[in-house]
């Protein structure tokens, strides 16, 4: 075949791909609540007025050369990009934390391994951006504070690095080649595993060059088919955020340490050692993977080893960093937990969230999908209202209307962890 033939395939494949994302982002619509908030609390006039961080297209380097058309469509394949690059000296690359499951149909161990790939000392000049974000949250000078907003920026301002394939040592028991990446830079690969115990940790290396940097580790729980499970979303449940404020959004992600929700720390702690320290956690947010190293720090400090699922948009600037967080979030976290469930369908799930977006929703949905699969619900109510936005997400109806169908015994909010104990301890007797 020619290489021009060769382009108009790819080019054909391209515009296939492109329709389908396009098709997805169609569907997700903003929510009644969302509109609402995003109005009140000002969310299009803070999202016009920040910077834009994407230095350049996907692949530019950082000398600023884009590169050929060829190598440029090819990155809208993904996985079936056959001119994979290998990782440099000059590459980022984060290996996610992930859980194995048995394949319900050939019931060996598998598992989704998911990569970012960025290229090193790239983006636009950080300093200005810095300074922009100091001082919409309404930051003194201070170089300190200063230096935790590069540090946390700096993961939205690297150029991305599509086509990327990674080389892993799964635990010096065998060697998987995971991406290449798309046009975001992200790959997501299911891998055959070998053999391991329920609630075995087996640690992943990536096999890059010196130089390279990043998450260069990453543990993979093995997780049987039967049990109990946890997910849980992050802001707001169990990390003080104030989602429904633009400005507190950017001040919790880019200065404001990384603070637990009083009280649920210890709770989870409760919950591991009640349902078996195996019992695998899935941390499900509507965050873009760009905040995962920042994340994924806090619950190290603080909440059991699990999974983070993150929205795969690292491509995204900074205005969709408050989009993300407040638009299509019941769509998002639906379709993610539906993965979870064609994992572990079995499973026991125990799923915890707050009032300030549509986690009600969200968990409702998924009782009336999967009923036998969703053994409790616990929502966490805001009552903090003038940080958070609408009275109306802590009204009796709003709730009432999002568990619909759910039996009253399996579904709860609650203003303080110690409220959640006794409720807990009940349903997980109750299914010995």
Not at 220 to 249: F, L
Not at 259 to 267: D, F, N, R, S, W
Not at 279 to 299: E, I, K, Q
Not at 340 to 364: F, N, V
């Amino acid at each position: 075949m020619t290489v021009k033939k060769t382009i108009g395939l790819v080019r054909e494949r391209a515009t296939e791909a492109i329709s389908s994302m396009q098709g997805r982002g169609q569907s997700s619509q903003e929510s009644e609540m969302e509109t609402q908030t995003r109005r009140e609390r000002g969310f299009h006039q803070a999202e016009a007025s920040l910077p834009d961080t994407r230095a350049a297209s996907p692949g530019t380097t950082a000398k600023g050369e884009r590169p050929s058309e060829f190598t440029d469509l090819l990155s809208y394949l993904g996985p079936l990009n056959p001119f994979s690059k290998q990782i440099t000296d000059k590459d980022t690359v984060w290996l996610l934390d992930n859980t194995a499951y048995r394949n319900t149909k050939t019931h060996q161990w598998e598992s989704e391994f998911v990569v970012a790939v960025f290229e090193q000392n790239t983006g636009r000049d950080v300093s200005a951006v810095v300074a922009d974000i100091a001082e919409k949250i309404g930051l003194a000078e201070d170089e300190a504070a200063e230096a935790t907003i590069r540090r946390r920026l700096t993961p939205f301002m690297q150029n991305i690095l599509p086509g990327r394939a990674v080389n892993v040592n799964f635990g010096r028991r065998e060697k998987l080649k995971l991406g290449p990446g798309g046009r975001n830079g992200i790959s997501s690969d299911i891998r055959s595993l070998p053999d391991a115990r329920n609630g075995e940790v087996v640690v992943s290396t990536a096999l890059v060059p010196q130089g390279a940097d990043g998450l260069l580790e990453m543990n993979t729980v093995y997780a049987e088919p039967d049990g109990w499970a946890i997910i849980s979303d992050i802001d707001d449940t169990i990390k003080i955020t104030q989602t429904s404020d633009p400005i507190g959004i950017l001040r919790s992600t880019f200065i404001s340490p990384a603070t637990p929700v009083a009280g649920m720390p210890e709770l989870y702690a409760y919950i591991q050692t009640l349902v078996t320290t195996s019992a695998p956690f899935f941390y499900l947010s509507a965050s873009p993977y760009n905040l995962y190293p920042f994340l994924t720090g806090f619950r190290r400090q603080h909440f059991p080893q699990g999974t983070m699922i993150l929205r795969d948009a690292s491509w995204m600037n900074l205005a969709g960093l408050l989009s993300n967080l407040t638009l299509g979030t019941q769509d998002y976290k639906t379709e993610r937990m539906t993965k979870i469930h064609s994992w572990l369908p079995r499973r026991k799930m125990i799923c915890i969230g707050d009032s300030t977006q549509s986690d009600p929703e969200a968990y409702g949905e998924m009782y009336r999908n999967f009923g036998g699969w969703v053994h409790l619900i616990l929502i966490r109510k805001v009552t903090d209202i003038a940080a958070v936005g609408l009275q109306a997400k802590n009204e009796p109806q709003r709730f009432q209307q999002a568990f619909k169908g759910v039996p009253s015994n399996r579904w709860f909010v609650f203003e303080t962890p110690e409220q959640c104990y006794q409720i807990i301890n009940d349903v997980v007797q109750s299914t010995a």
